[in-house]
């Protein structure tokens, strides 16, 4: 049996992964069309030419595809509503039972997979993404500047997204003051910005805190439109009212997954991360006007629940919603010793969850929002006695590189294979040597 000091246990019979897939996604998408350099708005034109009606075509061919925007017939009173997105996340993301072990009485846990959905776009900021760099093609733009911390999933998603709409993309990253100056290096996020030739802009967390990022990136949007470029600012996470609609979408996806869905399930509660608000406010909005009704719990990694209650009401006074943000979302704190910084027990919770339901968690977000929530379980668990809760994954597999060292010592053995000098050799498939 397996203890972590969050009061939970592992027992050893849940130490395989028995989740149960009910909504499997649909097959990967593909590309139609490859931007080059020289025609850069050729790209664009080709985009326009295909637009699609369907919000969830299931051929797989509109990927990347430009398509007109009609919201559910639940949210067409909040305003504005987005003309069009574009097609860049594999979705719907499937939906399955999670079997995390001690859970209160009769208490069910799903999951929503958006860290599925895509590789290089993973997680859940691909889905704000489709609406702000539609906005960002539609206003004309040919590069996209946005903000982060050092290993940002929402700065990666971006410049891959760019790039594959043709667009550069211009990334303001937070680093600590003794390496601002120093190659930020390839690990995780960081790699995968790179290769698709993100340029990089580095800035002291203390600079950060003085300037502020809407300072920081409309200074960088003044320099480039002084040498001809016309850039599109995205703010930190992409949360701002407009990717809001990202998660007001993914309320209908769902709506329309368990409409369809062979396990008539009824949600009371969704879980989620907050890093800047977006996703809670598209998520605790969306699940108050459509059918769902289910109750919105956040589970902050970085500022406090007060900071984001008032973040979220002037996304949603925005959208025009009318509603409170403390009557439709609860924010708990879950930011620990700080933003992006784990205790070894967070990182243990990680590793054991992996070991024991398969499910990989990052260590900044969904990790923390998980490890908050069994915490929470462990000490109230009358309060989820019997409930059944979507906890949604938002992906940032590839903030776990940044954590390797320190997730290390709490990794499986090796050893090195026996083989006696007398088995013989015998090929197959592949003969390398
Ligand atoms: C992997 C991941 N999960 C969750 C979040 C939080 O989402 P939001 O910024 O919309 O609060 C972020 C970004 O901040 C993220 O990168």
């Given at each position: 049996?397996?203890c ?115 590789m ?12 702000l ?39 303001i ?12 290096g ?27 990022s ?11 439109i002084k ?47 907050c ?5 809670i406010?598209?998520l ?44 439709i ?53 009358k ?14 597999l ?7 060292e ?17 088995v ?10």
């Amino acid at each position: 049996m397996l203890c972590c000091s969050a009061g939970f246990r592992i027992p050893p019979q849940l130490t395989k992964n028995k989740a149960l897939l009910i909504f499997p996604s649909r097959p990967a998408a593909l590309t139609l069309t490859q931007p080059n350099n020289k025609h850069k708005h050729k790209a664009f034109q080709i985009h326009s030419l295909m637009e699609v009606n369907t919000s969830h075509s299931n051929s797989g061919l509109d990927f990347l595809s430009k398509k007109p925007y009609s919201p559910p017939s639940w949210a067409s009173h909040i305003s504005p509503i987005p003309s069009h997105t574009f097609s860049l996340g594999h979705l719907p993301t499937p939906i399955h039972k999670w079997n995390l072990p001690n859970l209160p009485n009769n208490t069910e846990v799903w999951l929503k997979r958006d860290d599925l959905s895509g590789m290089q776009l993973s997680g859940n900021k691909v889905r704000k993404l489709e609406f702000l760099m539609a906005d960002a093609v539609q206003k004309g733009a040919d590069c996209i500047i946005t903000i982060g911390g050092i290993q940002s999933n929402h700065c990666r998603a971006t410049a891959v997204a760019a790039k594959y709409l043709n667009l550069d993309s211009y990334l303001i990253l937070r680093t600590s003051k003794v390496l601002v100056d120093q190659d930020p290096g390839l690990t995780g996020n960081l790699l995968v910005e790179r290769l698709v030739g993100a340029h990089i802009e580095l800035i002291s967390k203390e600079e950060y805190a003085k300037i502020g990022s809407v300072a920081l990136t409309n200074t960088l949007k003044e320099r480039l439109i002084k040498e001809g470029r016309r850039p599109y600012v995205i703010p930190v996470g992409g949360s701002d009212s407009l990717g809001t609609w990202g998660y007001i979408q993914a309320i209908r996806e769902i709506e329309q997954q368990l409409h369809s869905g062979a396990g008539k399930v009824k949600f009371d509660d969704i879980v989620v991360a907050c890093g800047s608000g977006g996703t809670i406010a598209g998520l605790s909005l969306g699940s108050r006007l459509s059918s769902l009704k289910a109750k919105v719990h956040a589970f902050s990694v970085c500022d406090d629940p007060d900071y984001f209650y008032d973040f979220v009401q002037g996304l949603l006074d925005g959208l025009k919603a009318g509603v409170d943000s403390r009557n439709i979302v609860n924010i708990q704190n879950a930011k620990g010793l700080g933003y992006a910084i784990n205790t070894a027990e967070e990182l243990t919770f990680v590793k054991e969850i992996a070991a024991t339901t398969g499910v990989i968690l990052d260590p900044v977000y969904s990790g923390k929002a998980a490890y908050g929530l069994l915490k929470d379980m462990a000490e109230n668990p009358k309060k989820w006695e019997g409930r059944k809760i979507l906890f949604i994954h938002t992906g940032g597999l590839l903030g776990l590189f940044d954590k390797v060292e320190q997730i290390a010592p709490s990794l499986g053995k090796y050893s090195r294979m026996d083989v006696c000098e007398s088995v013989p050799r015998k090929d197959c498939i592949g003969k390398m040597f």
